[in-house]
């Protein structure tokens, strides 16, 4: 009998609800919290968009998936966590509510596991290394033995978190995303701009780049004031987001290509929003090539938080326990932290 | 005439590492090992020459170092700068310790296993009393050759941290580096880190120091942990 699961996704500024049908995506509508230029999103009032938008989004998911009613959905998934804590919270209390409303079961499911099984599905990569980089997470995994084990994180700050307040110091505008914006701006970059490279064995870190950036661009700002100062010590906005962007996604594919050589895959996987990048995809793409790997990438539908990968993994994890009772109520609270290895993986056999 | 030896010959790729390519050959007759930074396409030109030649510079000068404190390394033959390339000695008769590793699990030799920790515990001591961090602590960076001598090898990633604080910090991270790497390479191995661990304190005799170390590194560890709070 086909299964049919719904996905809640509210993690971040994003809020997505999807439907999948054993593997096939039936709908994935999202919405995003859009914050003016030079502002990030504050917990308390992405929670008040979530809940404002909620279920309007809920109806028009059913809608496009063609679903009448929400008897006719077999499990329903939340993000249980990581994420801000207030708008997972608004998304959890819908989805226990309507659980106990229609009564079927609840499944709470850890974002990252979201992503892979996500990008798992639409790829149909088997065993993949997992880049998965997003406004809060930095990771590179691989599964062994029941787990997705991570095998080199950030150490600081996410590197989409480095994107997006390197784009409020620009006060570049956050529609659609911060990231998208600055891809564009480092297409028409010239000049390479020496910035720290930290790797540290698997691990990266990013703090210290926005910091030495941010001396930059005060330096910059005075030296826009004082006129007479020579132009060459300015530098473009444009200079700034290529090389911002050319040493972040070095020291990622650095730290991918180390795994790859160390687990023995031949297939990189990337996830998550600032996975959408073509130029990360690009740099992952040269690497492949010279190690006869290849790259699995997927496109902002899905790189990006969205509802259908909750849906996704939460389906995998019914789908493996025969009971099919789902979690009891005590269990489907949220965390804001939970790490991606902390899930034991019962649905994947090798 | 009779003519010498060539240069370099019979060149041929035994891998393909993360950082470089490796190949056997045979440098004025004699067995060796080419190891190879080839360019990344992938990197900006001027970012990529200034990486691979920092980490080139830093493995020939550490090499160097831990070899002075009697640690085995690799020696080095030749140095060719415009290639990036790093001619050192072929260690032909040894192996890479993740196989060992792998091949003892299925004997269920835990008293080899023990005795190999024992090693690298106190090896990875030595290195750390000089204050130079490895960087790059994997059991693929490790050889164990045919008469039981630990060898460390690919310092690409090595720094000699003489400041006192940065120190422990980088001591720390090398310690954790080669926690997660054992735990994710070998599941089955169990207590085989620990086994390290403990030798590497029995080899600090600073118990000062020694502490300091240990403090460190459970810092380090809940970072790691922390983090996953956003996503």
């Given at each position: 009998m086909a299964i049919t699961a719904i996905g809640f996704e509210g993690s971040a500024n994003k809020i997505g609800i999807g439907i999948i049908r054993d593997g096939e995506v039936l709908s994935n509508p999202r919405h995003t919290y859009i914050t003016p230029p030079g502002e990030g999103f504050r917990p308390n009032l992405t929670a008040k968009h979530h809940q404002s938008v909620i279920l309007d989004l809920l109806e028009k998911a059913l809608k496009e998936a063609n679903?009448?009613?929400?008897?006719?959905?077999d499990v329903f998934c939340f993000t249980k966590?990581?994420?801000?804590g207030a708008p997972l919270i608004v998304v959890a209390t819908v989805v226990r509510t309507l659980a106990q409303l229609y009564n079927k079961p609840i499944i709470g499911v850890n974002h990252c596991i979201g992503h892979i099984e996500m990008g798992r599905l639409i790829t149909?990569?088997?065993n993949p290394v997992v880049l998965y980089v997003s406004g809060g997470n930095t990771q590179i995994i691989a599964y062994s033995e029941h787990r997705y084990r991570i095998f080199g994180e950030t150490i600081d700050i996410a590197v989409g978190n480095c994107l997006d307040r390197f784009a409020r110091l620009l006060k570049l505008?956050?529609?659609?995303s911060p990231g998208y914006n600055i891809e564009q701006l480092a297409k028409k970059g010239q000049n390479y701009i020496q910035l720290p490279y930290t790797v540290k064995g698997m691990d990266v870190s990013f703090s210290g780049i926005l910091s030495h950036i941010k001396t930059i661009i005060v330096g910059n700002k005075q030296a826009r004031k004082n006129q007479?100062?020579?132009?060459?010590h300015s530098y473009t906005n444009e200079d700034l987001c290529f090389s911002l962007q050319e040493t972040l996604f070095a020291m990622l594919v650095e730290i991918t290509e180390r795994a790859l050589a160390h687990v023995g895959s031949n297939q990189v996987l990337i996830v998550g929003g600032?996975?959408?990048n073509v130029r990360l995809q690009e740099m992952m793409g040269a690497m492949c090539k010279e190690r006869q790997a290849t790259v699995c990438a997927i496109d902002e539908r899905y790189c990006i938080d969205n509802g259908a990968m909750i849906a996704q993994a939460g389906y995998e994890m019914y789908n493996a326990d025969?009971?099919?009772?789902?979690?009891?109520l005590d269990e489907t609270n949220c965390s804001q932290r939970y790490r991606t290895d902390a899930v034991y993986v019962s649905w994947r056999d090798d | 005439m009779e003519s010498a030896p060539p240069?370099?010959?019979n060149i041929e790729l035994i891998c393909q590492g993360a950082e470089a390519r490796i190949f056997r050959c045979l440098y004025f007759g004699r067995r060796a090992i080419l190891k190879e930074r080839f360019v990344?396409?992938?990197?900006?030109p001027d970012l990529d020459s200034a990486v691979t030649l920092q980490r080139l510079k830093g493995e020939v000068r550490l090499l160097t170092r831990a070899k002075q404190l009697g640690i085995h390394t690799p020696s080095i033959y030749h140095i060719d700068w415009s290639k990036r390339t790093i001619i050192m000695e072929d260690l032909y008769d040894s192996r890479t310790v993740k196989s060992i590793i792998d091949t003892l699990i299925q004997e269920n030799n835990t008293m080899k296993l023990d005795e190999l920790a024992q090693q690298i515990g106190s090896t990875i001591g030595r290195l750390h009393q000089a204050q130079?961090?490895?960087g790059d602590l994997t059991t693929s960076n490790m050889l164990l050759s045919e008469n039981n001598q630990l060898y460390l090898i690919?310092?690409?990633?090595s720094a000699h941290v003489p400041n006192k604080t940065q120190m422990l910090e980088a001591l720390a991270v090398d310690l954790y580096v080669l926690e997660r790497a054992i735990i994710c390479t070998h599941?089955?191995?169990?207590?085989f880190f620990s086994n390290i661990l403990m030798a590497y304190k029995n080899s600090i005799s600073d118990d000062k120091q020694r502490t300091l170390t240990m403090n460190k590194y459970e810092e380090v560890r809940a970072r790691g942990r922390k983090r996953s709070m956003v996503g």
């Amino acid at each position: 009998m086909a299964i049919t699961a719904i996905g809640f996704e509210g993690s971040a500024n994003k809020i997505g609800i999807g439907i999948i049908r054993d593997g096939e995506v039936l709908s994935n509508p999202r919405h995003t919290y859009i914050t003016p230029p030079g502002e990030g999103f504050r917990p308390n009032l992405t929670a008040k968009h979530h809940q404002s938008v909620i279920l309007d989004l809920l109806e028009k998911a059913l809608k496009e998936a063609n679903i009448k009613s929400l008897a006719d959905i077999d499990v329903f998934c939340f993000t249980k966590g990581p994420g801000m804590g207030a708008p997972l919270i608004v998304v959890a209390t819908v989805v226990r509510t309507l659980a106990q409303l229609y009564n079927k079961p609840i499944i709470g499911v850890n974002h990252c596991i979201g992503h892979i099984e996500m990008g798992r599905l639409i790829t149909g990569a088997k065993n993949p290394v997992v880049l998965y980089v997003s406004g809060g997470n930095t990771q590179i995994i691989a599964y062994s033995e029941h787990r997705y084990r991570i095998f080199g994180e950030t150490i600081d700050i996410a590197v989409g978190n480095c994107l997006d307040r390197f784009a409020r110091l620009l006060k570049l505008s956050n529609d659609p995303s911060p990231g998208y914006n600055i891809e564009q701006l480092a297409k028409k970059g010239q000049n390479y701009i020496q910035l720290p490279y930290t790797v540290k064995g698997m691990d990266v870190s990013f703090s210290g780049i926005l910091s030495h950036i941010k001396t930059i661009i005060v330096g910059n700002k005075q030296a826009r004031k004082n006129q007479n100062e020579i132009k060459q010590h300015s530098y473009t906005n444009e200079d700034l987001c290529f090389s911002l962007q050319e040493t972040l996604f070095a020291m990622l594919v650095e730290i991918t290509e180390r795994a790859l050589a160390h687990v023995g895959s031949n297939q990189v996987l990337i996830v998550g929003g600032v996975g959408c990048n073509v130029r990360l995809q690009e740099m992952m793409g040269a690497m492949c090539k010279e190690r006869q790997a290849t790259v699995c990438a997927i496109d902002e539908r899905y790189c990006i938080d969205n509802g259908a990968m909750i849906a996704q993994a939460g389906y995998e994890m019914y789908n493996a326990d025969k009971t099919r009772k789902g979690m009891t109520l005590d269990e489907t609270n949220c965390s804001q932290r939970y790490r991606t290895d902390a899930v034991y993986v019962s649905w994947r056999d090798d | 005439m009779e003519s010498a030896p060539p240069v370099y010959s019979n060149i041929e790729l035994i891998c393909q590492g993360a950082e470089a390519r490796i190949f056997r050959c045979l440098y004025f007759g004699r067995r060796a090992i080419l190891k190879e930074r080839f360019v990344k396409t992938y990197r900006h030109p001027d970012l990529d020459s200034a990486v691979t030649l920092q980490r080139l510079k830093g493995e020939v000068r550490l090499l160097t170092r831990a070899k002075q404190l009697g640690i085995h390394t690799p020696s080095i033959y030749h140095i060719d700068w415009s290639k990036r390339t790093i001619i050192m000695e072929d260690l032909y008769d040894s192996r890479t310790v993740k196989s060992i590793i792998d091949t003892l699990i299925q004997e269920n030799n835990t008293m080899k296993l023990d005795e190999l920790a024992q090693q690298i515990g106190s090896t990875i001591g030595r290195l750390h009393q000089a204050q130079i961090v490895h960087g790059d602590l994997t059991t693929s960076n490790m050889l164990l050759s045919e008469n039981n001598q630990l060898y460390l090898i690919d310092f690409g990633l090595s720094a000699h941290v003489p400041n006192k604080t940065q120190m422990l910090e980088a001591l720390a991270v090398d310690l954790y580096v080669l926690e997660r790497a054992i735990i994710c390479t070998h599941q089955k191995a169990k207590h085989f880190f620990s086994n390290i661990l403990m030798a590497y304190k029995n080899s600090i005799s600073d118990d000062k120091q020694r502490t300091l170390t240990m403090n460190k590194y459970e810092e380090v560890r809940a970072r790691g942990r922390k983090r996953s709070m956003v996503g």
